[in-house]
Structures are given as structure tokens and as C-alpha cells.
């Protein structure tokens, strides 16, 4: 594997389930992030790792729950949702603040 | 307050035809600027980045990005644009001594044959 992976790919859940997403990241990179993409609105940040680190946490509702157990792993745990959760999840990497981030090809929720 | 703006949603071009797609930001201090490419149902691809130095910056796939201060403005530019090219593209701005990017709303560009 190369690069910035995210399993599952795409994942249904209904508003009491609890699921977990999964991004590892393959570069040696030192911060990781997760980003959620909405229709029509701008990426938003939702949690920097720095060193397994939270870093940053913009305001996002505890049904999502991050954990970082290492530099290369990073998972996003999800328990309640609502609908207007169903977005296309981001996970990213890099070295340090000062260069650019890699994506992975995101997990598809829908909240039913 | 920082921001991005990419004002056209929306381009269309035919094949073969030149391409500028728009980024102006607002932000304090000389910025990071980014250009990236998502096709659909994949992640973001890094197009270009300007840090500093030379304001005109090359990229990958044949696509060129210009870093004008006096206008707040990092449009992307390719001389000839390939079907291969149709995909949305965001700007984004990192914030100086944090881990944030500001991204813009994105431009999806289709190109016809």
C-alpha cells in the first residue's frame, strides 16, 4: 500500500449504530487529519493529530469521536448520527504544518 | 477573517482550449497557497503549491499557478486543456504556524469534446 488509505469505502448506518472509520497513512508523515465534505459547502476541518497528538478540534459534536493510536493510524468513531451527517470523510497527512497535505480517497457515509 | 473565494462554481470548456480557473484569498500575512484536484469519488490530488520565491509556479499534469500579492490572487492556468481534465478543482490557503487550510468552495470543470 502506498500513499493514504481509508477503509470501508462506503458505509450505511442507521442513527443508533456505531461504526468506525480507518485511515492509515503510508509516508512517515508526522500529523494526520480528518476533513468532511459536504455538497456545496467548503472542506471542513474536523481534527488534527500532530505525534498522536489532538492538535486541533473545530467545534465538532461528540457523536464523532477521533483516536490516533500512532503516527500512521487514525480513526474516526461514530455513534448517533443524523442524517446531515451522510458526507464524504477525508483523511489526510503530512510532514509538518508547512507542507501540503496528502489525501486518501475518503469514506462515503450515509445516515439513514 | 481568512477566506478563500473561487467565484465560478461552474466552467466549460472544449478540448484543446486554454484554462484559468479563479482563487482570491483574504488572509494577513504571505500565504501558503494550494491548488488540488478531486475526481469523482476519490480524494484531493495536489496540483501545484506556492511557499515563496518565483510567483509563478509549475505543476503537474501541464498546469501553471500564478501567486499575485497586489491582487489577493492564485489562479490556476493550463494552455491546453485534455478530457482527462474534467474534475473539480479547490484552492486553499494554510494557515501560517497552524495545521489549518482553508479550502475554497471548488470549481467543476467540464470539458466537451
Known amino acids: 500500500e502506498t500513499g493514504v488509505t481509508q477503509t470501508p469505502r462506503h458505509l450505511v448506518m442507521g442513527m443508533t449504530n456505531k461504526k468506525s472509520l480507518k485511515c492509515e497513512q503510508h509516508l512517515g508523515h508526522n500529523a494526520m487529519y480528518w476533513y468532511k465534505q459536504s455538497a456545496k459547502k467548503p472542506l471542513e476541518l474536523m481534527f488534527v493529530y500532530s505525534l498522536e497528538e489532538r492538535v486541533e478540534n473545530n467545534s465538532v459534536p461528540s457523536r464523532f469521536s477521533p483516536e490516533c493510536p500512532n503516527s500512521s493510524h487514525l480513526f474516526l468513531h461514530l455513534h448517533t448520527l443524523q442524517p446531515e451527517d451522510s458526507a464524504l470523510y477525508l483523511c489526510?497527512?503530512?510532514?509538518?504544518?508547512?507542507?501540503?497535505?496528502?489525501f486518501g480517497p475518503g469514506t462515503r457515509l450515509t445516515v439513514l | 477573517a481568512q477566506s478563500v473565494t473561487q467565484p465560478d462554481i461552474h466552467i466549460t470548456v472544449s478540448e484543446g482550449a486554454s484554462l484559468e480557473l479563479r482563487c482570491n484569498y483574504s488572509y494577513g500575512a504571505t500565504p501558503y497557497l494550494f491548488w488540488y484536484v478531486q475526481s469523482p469519488g476519490q480524494g484531493l490530488q495536489l496540483l501545484l503549491k506556492y511557499f515563496s520565491g518565483d510567483t509563478l509556479v509549475q505543476g503537474i499534469k501541464g498546469f501553471e499557478a500564478e501567486f499575485k500579492r497586489s491582487q489577493s490572487s492564485f489562479n490556476l492556468r493550463k494552455p491546453s486543456v485534455h478530457w482527462s481534465d474534467a474534475a473539480e478543482y479547490f484552492c486553499?490557503?494554510?494557515?501560517?504556524?497552524?495545521?489549518?487550510?482553508?479550502f475554497g468552495t471548488g470549481t467543476r470543470l467540464k470539458v466537451l469534446a
Open positions: 489526510a497527512s503530512s510532514q509538518d504544518p508547512y507542507n501540503e497535505q496528502f
Open positions: 486553499a490557503v494554510g494557515v501560517s504556524g497552524t495545521y489549518k487550510y482553508i
